[in-house]
Nanobody, 116 residues
Framework: QVQLVESGGGLVQAGGSLRLSCAAS????????MGWYRQAPGKQRELVAD???????NYADSVKGRFTISRDDAKNTLYLQMNSLKPEDTAVYYC??????????WGQGTQVTVSS
């Protein structure tokens, strides 16, 4: 059973930083893709950033240059470093892991609120 547990969310002023963590119950190096998604009130869930098993990163245009996705395979943990936060970054952030043939797994989400 794959479990993903996010942490690190909170309330921060615009221009501030937060680092999100996603601890996995299984080895993550075998996942085809791991990523971060977010969902703001009244909006659809959207991709923020993902990382392939080859460590190739992909970012949404809205966060390029501000957010950095990384992983620590020894700790089975995925990270999202968020700098220069904006009020429009306010959302619930979800960790995702995808294995071809097995499907997608999601964490419970962590709230990020950016005040202006």
């Amino acid at each position: 059973q794959v479990q993903l547990v996010e942490s690190g969310g909170g309330l921060v002023q615009a221009g501030g930083s937060l680092r999100l963590s996603c601890a996995a119950s299984v080895t993550i190096f075998s996942a085809n893709t791991m990523g971060w998604y977010r969902q703001a009130p009244g909006k659809q869930r959207e991709l923020v950033a993902d990382l392939s098993y080859l460590n190739a990163a992909n970012y949404a245009d809205s966060v390029k240059g501000r957010f950095t996705i990384s992983r620590d395979d020894a700790k089975n943990t995925l990270y999202l470093q968020m700098n220069s936060l904006k009020p429009e970054d306010t959302a619930v952030y979800y960790c995702n892991a995808h294995w071809n043939g097995l499907g997608d797994y999601w964490g419970q989400g962590t709230q990020v609120t950016v005040s202006s």
